[in-house]
């Protein structure tokens, strides 16, 4: 692990570390966000995009992404202390609210319109992180990047009352969500029952990308297609030796603060073998047909 800054090299960073360093006001980030924030919106430099920062505090952070974006940017800061609305005097667009209310979103985002770009820096309270990207991820029809930061709250003791419904499940669960999509392909192997309105909410979600203390939701209608099995040609008729290996493996489970060890089975399940045995039994007796049929 790179205990530095991030290495030299990258222009982009330099200058938004530059710029971050130049705001003419505060503002407090956490090294490893630099590089994260240009994979995620280094796109939109130099363009008339929109972008909003829900937590201003100190301002530093607003000015940053001015120097950075150019001048063209759209900035659009949101707080619930209405001190905030002194930023409106720097050119920037405030408006004052609590994030943790959906109430408010759905009037702000009827103000702002479209948006490119969301970071939320604001309360770091799961159900805040939750409500923030549900309620943008749920408006946005155009391309556009959810943000939330500072999602190791997940974790920490003074933020733990979520219990077990913390931002980052919210987000890891997310991500099986987009499986949702892909049950048309085969739906006979995948739960009787699906829950429609989530997979719904979730149909513009393109990708979700999980940084140091970042969750991305990459939000992109024109590649949220629905999934389909396409070939390049027919098949041959190579075997698929995919049950033929070892049948379980001996995993440590990734978690930051347990230690945990499982064995993670394989294999086929009953009804899928007897499935399979069906339909050999069917192809078997219907080749015996055809060629008592042929020799007569
Ligand atoms: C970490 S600071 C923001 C820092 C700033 N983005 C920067 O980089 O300099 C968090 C801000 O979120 C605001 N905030 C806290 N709870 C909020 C809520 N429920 N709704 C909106 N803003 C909230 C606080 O008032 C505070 O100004």
């Not at 360093?21 to 995620?40: D, G, H, M, Q, R």
């Not at 919106?41 to 940053?64: N, V």
């Not at 920490?156 to 099986?176: I, R």
Request: aromatic share 12%.
């Amino acid at each position: 692990m790179n205990n530095n800054v991030p290495p030299p090299g990258n222009t982009s960073l330099e200058a938004l570390i530059t710029s971050w360093k130049k705001s003419p006001y505060p503002s407090v980030k956490i090294t490893s966000y630099f590089p994260a924030y240009v994979e995620l919106f280094d796109h939109l430099r130099g363009t008339a995009c929109t972008f909003i920062e829900t937590g201003i505090l100190d301002g530093g952070s607003l000015f940053m992404w001015r120097s950075w974006l150019g001048d063209n940017a759209r900035i659009i800061g949101i707080d619930l202390n209405p001190e905030a609305l002194k930023w409106k005097d720097h050119g920037f667009e405030i408006f004052i609210g609590d994030q943790g209310d959906p109430l408010f979103w759905q009037g702000t985002f009827k103000e702002i319109g479209e948006f490119d770009a969301l970071l939320d820096d604001g309360g770091h309270q799961s159900f805040q992180q939750i409500v923030t990207a549900y309620e943008a991820i749920r408006r946005a029809k155009k391309k556009c990047v959810v943000v939330v930061e500072d999602t190791t709250t997940s974790f920490m003791k003074d933020f733990s009352k979520h219990g077990k419904y913390s931002f980052l499940e919210f987000s890891k669960d997310a991500t099986d969500v987009l499986v949702g999509r892909s049950v048309n392909i085969d739906k006979g192997r995948f739960p009787s029952s699906i829950n429609n309105e989530i997979v719904r909410n979730f149909h513009n979600t393109y990708s979700i990308q999980f940084f140091n203390g970042i969750v991305a939701y990459k939000l992109d209608p024109n590649y949220c297609i629905e999934p389909q099995v396409v070939r390049n040609m027919p098949p041959n008729s190579a075997s698929d030796f995919r049950y033929k290996g070892v049948e379980s493996a001996y995993v440590d489970w990734p978690h930051p603060f347990k230690r945990k060890s499982v064995i993670v089975k394989g294999g086929m399940n009953y009804r899928s073998k007897l499935k399979i045995i069906k339909s050999f039994i069917h192809k078997v007796i219907k080749k015996t047909k055809a060629t008592v049929a042929a020799d007569k």
